[in-house]
């Protein structure tokens, strides 16, 4: 079983490629941020939570996001492939990860990170946030996320690289390229 972690910052294209990566494999897709928005659509009590961070561009608390993350991992799988997607966000959730990965007797295959020039990051965001309706797709909160994915999330690239599980892929240019190049890797696994 394949267990991939697509990573990037905000805006970077990781929802975008694990679409066209499940359409290829079968995979299953674990978007947090996806599954996070659905509590919130159905107004329940995870939801209200949840929404009072997102809308601030803060991460929700780890326990919670990894007691979520688990539960949604066994609600698919055993399986083929997983694809993760927003998860980990921080090294106490990649630790978790690793945990409840080994306790079901498997491991994270890569973690493949979308690398995007910063300030493409901002202008792909604001522009989807023309489309998307998403709340936290405006200049003020675009600015907070990409804060905490520096001082939060970015810390992760060195931890998988001392594992020797990053692969960086460049980010940018035509869709169908982004998409081979992580291929290219995933088939190595
Ligand atoms: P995303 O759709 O992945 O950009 O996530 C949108 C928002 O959901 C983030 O800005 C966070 O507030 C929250 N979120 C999603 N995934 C996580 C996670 N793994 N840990 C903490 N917060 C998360």
């Known amino acids: 079983m394949k267990n991939i972690v697509i990573f990037g910052a905000p805006g970077s294209g990781k929802g975008t490629q694990s679409d066209l990566l499940v359409k290829k494999y079968g995979f299953k897709h674990i978007s947090t941020g996806d599954v996070l928005r659905a509590e919130i659509q159905n107004g329940t009590e995870l939801g209200k939570t949840a929404k009072g961070f997102i809308d601030q561009g803060q991460l929700i ?14 609600s698919l799988c055993p399986c083929e492939g997983v694809i993760f997607d927003g998860f980990p966000r921080t090294v106490p959730q990649a630790e978790a990860l690793d945990k409840m990965l080994s306790e079901r007797g498997t491991a994270v295959s890569g973690m493949l990170e979308l690398d995007v020039p910063e300030e493409m990051l901002m202008e792909r965001l604001i522009a989807r946030g023309k489309s998307s309706g998403r709340a936290d797709d405006n200049a003020e909160t675009i600015a907070k996320r990409l804060t905490v994915y520096h001082n939060q999330t970015a810390p992760l690239i060195a931890w998988y690289e001392a594992a020797g599980k990053r692969h960086s892929v460049k980010g940018y240019g035509a869709l169908e390229e982004i998409n081979a190049a992580l291929c290219e890797v995933i088939d190595q696994f």
């Open 61 to 74: 608390p780890d326990e919670l996001m990894i007691d979520i993350l688990a539960s949604v991992y066994d």
